[in-house]
């Protein structure tokens, strides 16, 4: 699982040693991603960002042409595809179901929480080596790292707290979408310290003066 910090925990020891590193699994089918700044990427983050960069670098694709992605992934894809105006195909979770639902409609990119993307045009499965080209592709156009590509992206659609995280992998979990192994690597430990702030009582009186994204 090359979204695992234990798997790449060789490319996160040497991150300063280069600019962007990229792994695969065994048959490369999926991707993980490492930057000095940033550590392992989130797959569903490089998803978010890959979206939003092809619909704006591939002019010849068609206008309605809709995005798939797997039940579980980051609803934070759905803003992205809904403020290109595209339609959104969800399917249950394995990429087989990506690939099908691609095959049988318009949909031209797709991918999956765990490290799986493809579009139309490629091949039906995924691809971690393409994944990896795509990044060199990203940064090389857009002139930032991936990093600020990331912020970009969550500046304009929100950011995910670590209680939201930990909320929805427990109700996953509950509803049997995921089991509970998947469910604790969906909460980043990092983030975890979030909930061990001291924070205001949500049902205390307040007086509201202004409303913006959550901040730590």
Partial sequence: DC?????????????DAYDLSTGNDADSDRHGIVTPDAGLMNPNHYLAVAIDYLY???PNWPADAAVGKTLVSSMIID???ASLGRRLLEVPVGFKWVSGKMLETDAIIGGESSGG???RGHIAGKDGIYAGSLLVEMVAASGKKLSELWADIEARYGKRTAGASL???VEMAQEGLIDRKEAVKRVNPGALDQLLHPTL????PRTLLGKGLPAS
């Fill in 3 to 15: 979204s695992s910090p234990y798997a790449m925990a060789s490319l996160i020891n040497n991150r």
């Fill in 56 to 58: 704006g670098h591939r």
């Fill in 117 to 119: 993307l493809t579009v």
């Fill in 201 to 204: 009582d949500p049902k205390a």
């Fill in 79 to 81: 803003r992205v595809v």
């Fill in 167 to 169: 909320r929805i992998a």
